[in-house]
């Protein structure tokens, strides 16, 4: 066990894309005093030690990204990977502008078509004419699922999931794997899941959506996949009260929270 990295995952965030709360809502969750009902939307970080040096990648920057890595005291990152390109997963781009002051420019890791949706929605960061003094600076590396490459240490594996009929990204690192915004896995992704820790996955409501996994097909891939441990993410306030629905999932299936901490050793 010595010889192995011991991997850290945040939960950054673990709401849906109107978080939780949403506004202007009157779902009876909205008014919950429990601090797990209250959720920034998705997000994490992977972190470990190599040596002696602390290792943070992040998973995604929406719109809660600045006020996630003031909490979670996010003083240095080594890169972002993103799963898609929808406002929830994006939309705080701009403010990884503290992390270039510090290092340059910042790595950033995602398919073609989301550093496409980039380039377009910031091009001020991406243009090589004109920019502005203080506009960030990124190093975009494009992979697929078929890429396969080590951190500091530890091996990462993209896997392509279905968002509907939007295929995305999600990732392994070690015995570790997320997945937000699951509706399906390809059987051939399915593959790269097998003999997991760790597996989080989305859980985003009770009734069917068309997009999103249920809270019953969160459970069926939990049962199908097997591994020691799950934990559901990218929830919505329809999903109910966080006590009311963790006391009633398998003794090895939990509900995230902001926050919250899991640790697995590589």
Not at 2 to 22: A, D, E, Q, R
Not at 61 to 74: E, L, T, V, Y
Not at 96 to 104: C, D, K
């Amino acid at each position: 066990m010595n010889n192995k990295k011991k991997l850290k995952v945040t939960f950054l965030g673990t709401g849906t894309s109107t978080g939780v709360p949403m506004i202007a809502s009157k779902n009876p969750v909205r008014f919950s005093e429990d601090e797990k009902d209250k959720r920034l939307r998705a997000s994490i970080v992977f972190s470990w030690e190599d040596n002696n040096e602390e290792i943070n990648y992040i998973i995604d920057c929406g719109p809660d990204f600045r006020q996630q890595m003031i909490k979670a005291n996010i003083e240095s990152i080594k890169g972002i990977l993103f799963t898609h390109e929808h406002a929830d997963h994006i939309a705080g781009f701009d403010e990884i502008r503290p992390y270039y002051y510090q290092m340059g420019p910042v790595p950033i890791y995602s398919d073609s078509r989301v550093l496409k949706s980039l380039e377009k929605r910031y091009e001020y960061i991406f243009t090589t004419e004109n920019r502005y003094p203080s506009a960030p600076e990124v190093k975009p590396t494009i992979i697929s699922e078929k890429d396969q490459f080590q951190f500091h240490g530890i091996e990462v594996k993209p896997i392509k999931v279905m968002h509907g009929d939007l295929p995305i990204l999600g990732y392994r690192f070690g015995n570790i794997a997320y997945l937000t915004d699951v509706k399906t896995i390809p059987d051939e992704e399915k593959e790269k899941l097998k003999d997991l820790d760790i597996l989080i996955t989305t859980a985003l409501r009770l009734e069917p959506h068309k997009t999103h996994a249920t809270l019953n097909e969160a459970l069926e891939l939990v049962e199908e996949l097997n591994p020691k441990k799950a934990y559901f993410s990218h929830i919505s306030e329809l999903l109910g009260f966080h006590a009311d629905i963790e006391k009633d999932l398998p003794e090895n299936v939990f509900l995230a929270y902001d926050g919250l901490e899991i640790t697995s050793y590589d």
